[in-house]
């Protein structure tokens, strides 16, 4: 077998590999920690020593991760379409 091809069918599988793996973690686990407050829920005030809740998560401390986000838009439109 030639060196390019192993390598070009070695990036394709590695590729696609990864694509599905990310899909099925998408599929099993929607959520993800907020970078934000770390799934805390809440953030340190910048002045003063209190905490509030934060912004991004709205306090849950999980959002939705962005394969799952497109997913659930195409599902959407998928829905709207053959109704």
Do not use: Q
């Not at 990310?22 to 805390?40: D, L, M, N, T, W």
């Amino acid at each position: 077998m030639d060196s390019a091809l192993f390598i070009a069918s070695a990036v394709i599988v590695t590729t696609l590999f990864i694509t599905v793996r990310y899909a099925v973690e998408c599929y099993i686990r929607p959520f993800r920690r907020c970078r934000s407050c770390h799934g805390k829920g809440r953030k340190p005030n910048r002045i003063g020593r209190g905490t509030h809740d934060c912004r991004r998560c709205r306090a849950t401390g999980l959002r939705l991760r962005i394969g799952r986000h497109i997913w659930n838009h195409f599902r959407a439109l998928h829905r709207d379409a053959t109704r």
